[in-house]
């Protein structure tokens, strides 16, 4: 079992990926199940947003629906870490994080949304693009600061969904993008640790956290 978090602010792509990777994987041969995320639903059936009193109840059930997940690749269209920053975005509530922290790290691969694609407004739940950017600040810090690795997918759909299947075929061992240079020829091994990609964030983050500790 792999199990894959898509991680960003609102109108970052999250939905919209989690949705091809489902369709793309499945179409080869791929075992793979979404499972969406709970904020949402909850404010949809509610009818409104969360209080603060209620937004550590929703972080544990996104947390327990991906871990409750047996297909052989599990895409979470969040985590518990989302739910996180906006509790303290929103609440200045800090104190989900150490639970969210400790379910990101059963996560096998955190995949990071780009801000290069605009913002959309839903008519109801989404806030605004600097909202958006605060989120992004937030999971960024928690995830440095854990020492948790990932990697950020940029560009348009084709694109974005392109880079997820590279990373998701090197966690399986097995190539999904024909031409990924990151897969060694012969091996189906993804080269994350070898990588000399100057953009690449896991490795900018590895670096700093090697800095820090000496």
Known sequence: MLRVALLGGESSGKTTLARQLSASLNSAGVRCEVVAEHLRLWSELAGRAPQ??????????????????SAEVVIADTSAMVVAAYSEHYFA??????????????????????????????GFF????AVREAVDSLLRRELGQAGIAFQTVYGDQGVRLKAALAAIGGALGRPLVSDDPRLRAGQGRWQCEACSD?????????????????
Request: charged content about 30%; glycine content about 2%; proline content about 6%.
């Open 52 to 69: 603060a009193d209620e937004q550590a109840a929703i972080a544990a059930e996104q947390t327990r629906q991906i871990e409750q997940s």
């Open 198 to 214: 100057p953009d690449c964030e896991h490795r900018l983050f590895r670096d700093l956290l090697a800095r820090r500790s000496n």
């Open 126 to 129: 989404r806030d605004s693009p």
């Open 93 to 122: 509530d800090r104190s989900l994080w150490p639970q969210a922290v400790a379910a990101q790290r059963r996560i096998d691969l955190t995949l990071l949304m780009g801000l290069d694609i605009p913002w959309h407004h839903d």
